[in-house]
Each structure stands twice: as structure tokens, then as C-alpha cells.
């Protein structure tokens, strides 16, 4: 692939700054590299691949020529065909091997946003909620869920109440005379909306508010029929189509509610709770907010499903827009023909940073995945889970947005042709700031957490977890070296990331202790450092992912610690560049360093744009699913006009 997209050229054709320094000669070992990426579960990526390639999938490049109904069958039929084709049992994946199954819906993004986000409602959400949340009783229905004999939705949001789920108000009553639940949605507000998959639904995983004996227990999780096998809505529920959406038109949201429906007692969800057929609540969590906690944790695995296939939409991009730019050639010097665009500077230093930070998710996301998977064994990591699916969610979402309006530019007007991918992967993937948790407000489960540690390292003098760094902080003097060299170290760069975060969080700790020492209650305390709350997180993220890539580069193959060591150099200065008035102002990067950050963005942008067809063919996203290298080198049938020419 590289000998036919890398036209003769020379990266000092353009220009180069004074003073750069000198980058030690490094190479890329494609197939290693790739291996990198894969990780662990490369077994599960390549039997994906393999499904990818052996199928046809009808419309794949223009599903955005159908209407909304047309897309939503569409997607159905990919939806089947990856089912009939999954490579695990999904109770298995979903309770023992949550990483593999992750792996699986990152790996099917490189075919459609669409039938990621139905497989994730019908397999993360829904039957998450069976394996989770259920029991035996349950659990006997995942074989109907795994091959799309029955379809069931996550009915959790309601028109009045998104992200505070303890809000709700659908209500769910004990009556002891028939030993059954009545589902109720009070008024419309208290809808169920926007609800992924439920425009087909044989069952919807419903959250409301359980009674008994006039006693709310707060929110627990019930199987609602809505339609019988045939597809005919069944009485007592109403359903409204949310209709056409700026993307994601394959996915069938709907609003819907319920009047008064029957279910029987076993269709509550007990694994953490149960009613007995008398009416005895029983708590096996101790306390509502743990029973909560443990109720609304299924959203931890979703979101780090998401960050997984966010990343390989940014990955699908990435490659479209890099190969783009070795192609297509504009301008040059007097007399010696055009140059491709990527020999720019400002080419590099917009689309090198991505990169680099795209690669910089991947032993993050892969860490996130490794605590949650031992929840179920040692639950006391529940709470960190909790806090990374959050971070990783909101970062890498973030990221994305940010790299695929990017790419979409640095392809200039043919990024704008569907077919060419880029433009439907920005509409297909805005909502990601939103489901599954709303970015910002996830932040703050990510800041709580730190703030519940650092209380407790205080307390006991001695910090833990997440931030066992602290503890050594006065030893934890950056290395020494001076100038360039220093700002490239990157155990300099984690110094700075540490110093920032922690930081943030003494500050945010005093500021809440000060605001309710003056007559604040905790909440309107927390409510006004939200803005500090959200830098914080952010800044946690930024450490974690810079500490366990650096890590990674120590750890891989010999062959590509190079070209990772640059990839982690150049994130990391990216992410100080961005946030350099703190670092400046606080004093815990001297201005005289600060001046030379940008420069050195630049200098490895354009070392690392060298290696960046090799980077991107690593990602292996299959040439059946990217469009021409060039973007244009394509005929609308009937095109006769260039025929054998």
C-alpha cells in the first residue's frame, strides 16, 4: 500500500525551522504494530475482519441516499448478519469477558456508526441488563437476545429527566392480590424518550420507581412486553416515533409509555433486589444509594463500548484523511511541479497531534476495560471503574468531534462527499457527547471520585489508587535535563501533568471546604466549582492516558518503541500546548520552556508525518470499507468519458 500512495518526495521540500532538533532515525514495523493495536483480544478483531470481508453489506457507502425507514431495515439486516456470526456467547462475553465483547463492537464501527449503536442497545444495554441485573430466570432469555429473536430496548430516560435518572417518574406498583407489577407513566413528561431500538421492540429493560405498600424504594429495572412476535404493539403502551435526526437514522428511537400495564413479580430484575410474592422488599445491597450505584452501573460497560468505537471512527478518518494527503498535490516551487499537502507544516500540525493522540486512547481504553472486567470479582473496583468509563467516555468523545470536523477539512471539498465516509461519521457521531451520559456532567463522577480519595489519603497520610503519585510528590523532581530534551522526557511530561492535577484538586477540596464553612450546603458548594470540576477531570484523563502510554512504550516490541515514543512525545506536548496558560501561570512550567512548546509540536509533526502512511495501514481498516486514496478517482455510472485512457 505504501509504495502506491507515497509519491516521490522530500519532507524538507516546503520548510523547516531553525534550531530543530535532531530526532534519532526510527522505522515502523507494520505487522508489530498492528499487533500493538489489536492487543490482547486480536483473536476476536481478526474473526471480525474476517466476517467483514466475507460479507456483502448492501448500501454500505450510501445508506444515506434512504429514508429513515428504509436505513432502519437496512440496518436490521447488518445487525442479523453480525449476530448469526458472533464470535462468543454473549452471556459469557457480557459477564466473564467483558473486554472481548467491547472489542467486538469497536471492530464492527468500521462498517457503520448505525448498526454499532443497535448491537450496543440490543447487547450492552439490554441484554446487559438480563445478564447483569438478572437472574437464572433471566439469563435463560440471552440466547433469543444474542441471535435477534427477541429485540429489546433501554428505557431509561424519560421527556422530563435525562441524566438525573433517580428523577424518574415512571412507577412500578406491587400488587400482592395478582403478584404482579403496574407499570405506569403518570404524564407525558414521564415518557420514556429517545430510546434506541424500541422502534422494533418485542421488550423494553424499563428503570422506575418501585412501591410497595405506598413505600418508593427507589429505582429498579423491570422487563416490559411491548409488541408480540409478530410486531403489533401490545395494549396499554404508546409509542411516538422520534422520526428523522441529523445522523444515526438507521437506529429506531421512539418515545413510549405505559397505562397501567400488568407484568408478572418475576419480571423485576432481582439480582440485587427482589419482592417476595407477600410483598417483603428485600435489599441485598444494604443501602438505596448502593442499590442504586449497582442498578444504573450497566451504563459504565456502554460507555466504554462507545469510547471503543469512537476510537475506531477516529482511526477510519484518520486514514482516509492521511492518504488524502499524500495524494492530492497543490502548489510548489518555481519550476519543480506541485508538492502533495502534506509537505505543509500546517497540513502536519493539524492532523500529527491526532494521531498521535488517537493512539495515546488505545492502553487507556484497554486499562478502563481490564478494571471493569474484575468488578464482578472484587467489587471494591467498582467505584474506579465507574470513574475511568466516565473519563474515557467524555475524552475520547470529545476527541473525536474535534478530529473528524479536522479531517473532514484537511480534505477540503471531497470530504464532503458522503461516499468518502468523513461527512456521515460527523453526523453519526455528535450524539456521542450525549448518550450514554452527558460528557460534562460526566466529568463530575470522575471529579467525585477524586475528591472521595483524596479525603481518605488526608485522613491517612498516605494517598492511594489513582493517586499513589501524591505520596511521592516532593521526590518526584523532574529529571535532569534542560531545554528541548526536558520538554520531550517524558517522565517531564507526566511531572506536569501530575503537578496540574493535583493541583486542581487541593484547590477544588479548599474551595468546597471554605464555601461550606461560610454557610454553603454541600450541594450549592459543589454547584459552584463545576467549572473547576470539569477542568480537573479533564486533567486527570490527560494523566492517565499520558502515564500508561509512556508506559507502553517500555513495554512493546523493540521494532516500534521508536515510533511510539514520538507518537506519546507529540501527545503530550499537545495536551501541555493546550492548557499552557496554566502551566505558565502557575508557575510549574517556566515561561522560557513554554515559548519552545509550540516549535517542538511542529518538529514532530513533521518527523512523525514520515511514518504516517505506516501508522494508518497498521490500523487495518479493510481497503473494501475506505473509498479511493485520492478521494475522486471514482465514475458515476454511465461516466464513459475517460474509459481505458
Not at 525551522?17 to 476476536?44: E, I, M, N
Not at 420507581?209 to 409478530?230: A, I, S, T, W
Request: proline share 4%; charged share 20%; net charge neutral.
Amino acid at each position: 500500500m505504501q509504495q502506491q500512495l507515497v509519491p516521490e518526495m522530500t519532507f524538507a521540500q516546503v520548510s523547516s525551522p531553525s534550531q530543530s532538533p535532531k530526532f534519532p532515525k526510527t522505522k515502523v514495523d507494520v505487522p508489530k504494530l498492528a499487533a500493538f493495536f489489536d492487543g490482547r483480544y486480536a483473536d476476536v478483531k481478526n474473526q471480525v475482519r474476517k466476517i467483514l470481508e466475507q460479507n456483502e453489506w448492501e448500501h454500505d457507502f450510501d445508506a444515506d441516499t434512504l429514508n429513515y425507514h428504509d436505513q432502519r431495515k437496512l440496518v436490521m439486516k447488518w445487525a442479523q448478519i453480525l449476530a448469526n456470526n458472533l464470535p462468543f456467547d454473549l452471556f459469557y462475553g457480557l459477564r466473564h469477558n467483558y473486554p472481548a465483547y467491547v472489542t467486538f463492537i469497536e471492530q464492527i464501527g468500521i462498517l457503520n456508526p448505525n448498526v454499532v449503536i443497535k448491537l450496543a442497545v440490543q447487547y450492552s444495554l439490554f441484554s446487559g441488563c438480563l445478564a447483569n441485573l438478572g437472574t437464572e430466570r433471566h439469563h435463560k432469555m440471552l440466547k433469543d437476545a444474542q441471535m435477534l429473536k427477541t429485540l429489546g430496548c433501554f428505557g431509561m430516560t424519560e421527556k422530563g429527566h435525562g441524566s438525573n435518572v433517580r428523577g424518574i417518574e415512571t412507577t412500578a406498583t406491587y400488587d400482592r392480590n395478582t403478584r404482579e407489577f403496574i407499570i405506569n407513566t403518570p404524564h407525558l413528561k414521564a415518557m420514556k424518550t429517545w430510546i434506541g431500538g424500541s422502534g422494533y421492540a418485542h421488550m423494553s429493560a424499563v428503570f422506575a420507581q418501585l412501591y410497595v405498600d405506598g413505600k418508593n424504594h427507589g429505582v429498579h429495572v423491570f422487563l416490559v412486553p411491548m409488541r408480540d412476535q409478530r410486531g403489533n404493539i401490545l395494549p396499554g403502551v404508546t409509542v411516538e416515533d422520534c422520526e428523522y435526526k441529523m445522523g444515526l437514522n438507521g437506529i429506531d428511537n421512539m418515545s413510549f409509555g405505559f397505562d397501567h400495564v400488568r407484568i408478572p413479580r418475576e419480571n423485576l430484575l432481582n439480582r440485587f433486589s427482589d419482592v417476595t410474592e407477600d410483598g417483603k422488599y428485600i435489599n441485598r445491597c444494604g443501602t438505596e444509594g448502593r442499590h442504586f450505584g449497582m442498578t444504573v452501573g450497566e451504563l459504565s460497560g456502554g460507555r466504554l463500548s462507545l469510547s471503543g468505537h469512537g476510537i475506531t471512527m477516529c482511526k477510519t478518518a484518520l486514514t482516509i484523511a492521511i492518504r488524502y494527503a499524500f495524494k492530492r498535490k497543490q502548489f510548489g516551487p518555481p519550476g519543480k511541479g506541485e508538492v502533495p499537502i502534506m509537505n505543509y507544516p500546517t497540513h502536519q500540525r493539524r492532523l500529527m497531534p491526532l494521531l498521535a493522540r488517537t493512539v495515546s486512547f488505545v492502553p487507556f481504553l484497554s486499562y478502563c476495560l481490564d478494571i471493569y472486567a474484575k468488578k464482578d470479582t472484587d467489587p471494591s473496583l467498582g467505584p474506579l471503574g465507574h470513574s475511568l468509563s466516565s473519563i474515557v467516555k467524555a475524552a475520547s468523545s470529545w476527541h473525536m468531534l474535534n478530529l473528524l470536523s479536522v479531517c473532514r477539512q484537511c480534505c477540503g471539498g471531497a470530504g464532503i462527499r458522503a461516499p468518502n465516509k468523513i461527512s456521515t461519521l460527523i453526523r453519526d457521531s455528535h450524539v456521542f457527547a450525549t448518550f450514554e451520559g452527558d460528557n460534562t456532567v460526566l466529568t463530575q463522577q470522575t471529579a467525585k471520585y477524586l475528591l472521595s480519595i483524596y479525603a481518605r489519603g488526608m485522613k491517612t497520610g498516605q494517598f492511594s489508587d489513582v493517586l499513589s503519585y501524591a505520596s511521592q510528590r516532593a521526590e518526584a523532581l523532574p529529571v535532569a535535563t534542560s531545554g528541548d530534551d526536558k520538554l520531550l522526557n517524558l517522565k517531564y511530561q507526566l511531572y506536569l501533568f501530575q503537578e496540574r492535577e493535583f493541583s486542581m484538586l487541593q484547590e477544588l477540596a479548599a474551595n468546597l471546604h471554605r464555601r461550606q464553612q461560610s454557610g454553603q450546603n454541600e450541594w450549592d458548594a459543589f454547584n459552584s466549582e463545576l467549572v473547576l470540576v470539569k477542568n480537573l477531570a479533564l486533567a486527570h484523563g490527560d494523566r492517565m492516558i499520558h502515564e500508561l502510554f509512556a508506559e507502553s512504550t517500555q513495554i512493546c516490541s523493540f521494532a516500534n518503541s521508536g515510533i511510539l515514543t514520538l507518537l506519546a512525545q507529540l501527545n503530550g506536548l499537545n495536551q501541555i500546548q493546550e492548557d499552557l496558560g496554566w502551566f505558565t501561570s502557575n508557575e510549574v512550567l517556566p515561561p522560557s520552556l513554554g515559548r519552545r512548546v509550540e516549535n517542538l509540536i511542529i518538529d514532530l509533526s513533521r518527523e512523525l508525518s514520515q511514518y504516517a502512511l505506516d501508522i494508518v495501514e497498521a490500523f487495518q481498516i479493510p481497503e473494501k470499507f475506505l473509498p479511493p486514496a485520492d478521494l475522486s478517482d471514482y465514475a458515476l455510472p454511465g461516466n464513459t468519458m475517460f474509459n481505458n485512457k
